[in-house]
């Protein structure tokens, strides 16, 4: 039986029931699309390879039933990571190093792919989301999850009560006396959800679910999913804290993401944090594009780079960092073991496509909200102020064998306004792609 599913273009709001990348909304065989207005398309069959799907904005597709059609599809000679990279490098002219940081790179420019996803269950997503609703605060969990790259710890266990761990970024959903199965596995996970700390819901609904820790040091998380769950399975419920709000609680705007597995195996969730308009933020969010890292101070960063420049404390010209853990700490005692310094971060308004993404950037001036590096599966996310960036202005050629155009954002030099939500596993290189997204 062929695996396939349903594809729109949609260049309005994401559609609930479906996910979205970029202009594509990506529907299941049994929710979300039905009552659209949009034209969907039959995607190709996953099993035979892995598939991409990318806007057409021109229409010059047609399809079987010869209606115009904004989208094409793509798909991989064969079902593996050598065949899938060689399709998108023939793509997009890009060279990659694994399917996963393929993958990557399509979805920053809009693309599609069911690279990651399994071949037999059609996935939906998984959304998680905590935010204020009316007097109160409530966190809310829909979709599926693949876990077939976890390992199961205990299976059967009896829940006894739910809530939310701040400090440790862990959380327990469900109502008491359902049992649970907990998986060790997850790689990623952030430090925190905020400054406040550990406080029951005042109800609690629906498939038991969270993350969780046994024992200190935080890592490893554990995942907790109902007893006998299998990939692809629908999850939901919810958690009520009534009468308060995010910040009473010390719950930090942001995008906390968890992460396991790789290959066709590799998933992730976040956990979204004042998302709606009761949060008493935008809502706002944007992925500005594809960067490469330079580890010149030139004093700026060219035209689709983005830099980590050190500054001496007494002075000098500094250098470039390739470790992005040190954005935001007010000092560090650099190789030579005596000079300080302070890191920041400068991000050229040009992307390495040389499409402007000064829209995007400039969300950043003026706004409290997050910011996520990401290469590979190497990411770090930051937390910041409303007054952490501002706009740097360049003239169009600044040296004669040094092209800069337009401006650049970059953190201000007075620090603490900065900090990191969750930390990169590695330093960052400068040969492959880096996407910058933006939560506000």
């Not at 930090?252 to 790789?262: A, E, F, I, K, P």
């Not at 969010?285 to 490469?292: C, D, H, L, P, Q």
């Not at 003026?366 to 202005?393: P, R």
Request: glycine residues 14%.
């Amino acid at each position: 039986m062929a695996t396939n599913r349903p594809f729109a273009r949609n260049t309005g709001e994401p559609i609930s029931g479906t996910d979205q990348i970029g202009n594509l909304a990506i529907g299941t065989p049994t929710s979300g699309f039905e009552a659209s207005a949009l034209k969907w398309w039959s995607g190709a069959d996953e099993d035979l390879g892995y598939v991409i799907v990318f806007e057409d904005p021109a229409g010059s597709h047609i399809g079987a039933d010869g209606i115009q059609a904004f989208i094409g599809f793509k798909r991989s000679g064969a079902k593996t990571e050598a065949s899938f990279i060689e399709l998108v490098e023939n793509l997009t002219g890009v060279t990659f190093a694994s399917g996963d940081a393929a993958k990557t790179y399509l979805n920053t420019i809009g693309m599609w792919t069911s690279w990651g996803l399994g071949s037999s269950t059609p996935i939906s997503g998984f959304t998680l989301t905590i935010d204020e609703v009316g007097n109160d605060v409530v966190l809310q969990f829909e979709g599926s999850l693949n876990i077939n790259d976890l390992t199961l710890y205990s299976t059967g266990e009896t829940l006894y009560g739910s809530g939310l761990g701040i400090p440790s970024a862990t959380f327990i959903s469900g109502g008491s006396g359902g049992t649970y199965d907990l998986y060790d596995g997850i790689d990623i996970a952030p430090e925190n959800l905020g400054t406040g700390y550990g406080m029951p819901p005042t109800s609690s609904t629906g498939s038991p679910f969270g993350v969780i820790t046994l024992s200190s040091p935080l890592d490893p998380r554990k995942l907790l999913v109902p007893s006998g769950y299998t990939s692809g399975s629908p999850l939901s419920g919810s958690m009520t804290f009534t009468n308060t709000t995010l910040e009473s609680l010390g719950l930090v705007n942001g995008t906390y993401t968890y992460s396991w597995g790789s290959g066709a195996n590799a998933e992730s969730f976040s956990v979204v944090i004042g998302s709606g308009a009761g949060s008493g933020t935008s809502g706002t969010s944007g992925t500005s594009g594809t960067y490469s890292l330079s580890t010149l101070y030139a004093p700026a960063p060219e035209n689709g780079q983005i830099t980590f420049p050190a500054h001496p404390i007494a002075g000098g010209t500094g250098y470039g960092e390739t470790n992005p853990n040190l954005v935001g700490q007010d000092t560090f005692t650099g190789q030579d073991g005596t000079t300080e310094y302070r890191t920041q971060i400068y991000i050229n308004h040009n992307d390495v496509t040389g499409s402007n993404m000064e829209d995007v950037l400039d969300l950043l001036i003026g706004n409290a909200g997050t910011l996520t590096l990401t290469q590979n599966d190497n990411s770090v996310t930051y937390g910041f102020t409303a007054e952490s960036f501002y706009k740097d202005l360049y003239p169009n050629t600044y040296s004669a064998d040094n092209m800069f155009t337009g401006a650049e954002i970059q953190t201000k030099s007075t620090f603490g306004s900065i900090t990191i939500i969750s930390a990169a596993s590695n330093n960052f290189n400068t040969t492959e792609p880096i996407t910058i997204t933006i939560n506000i």
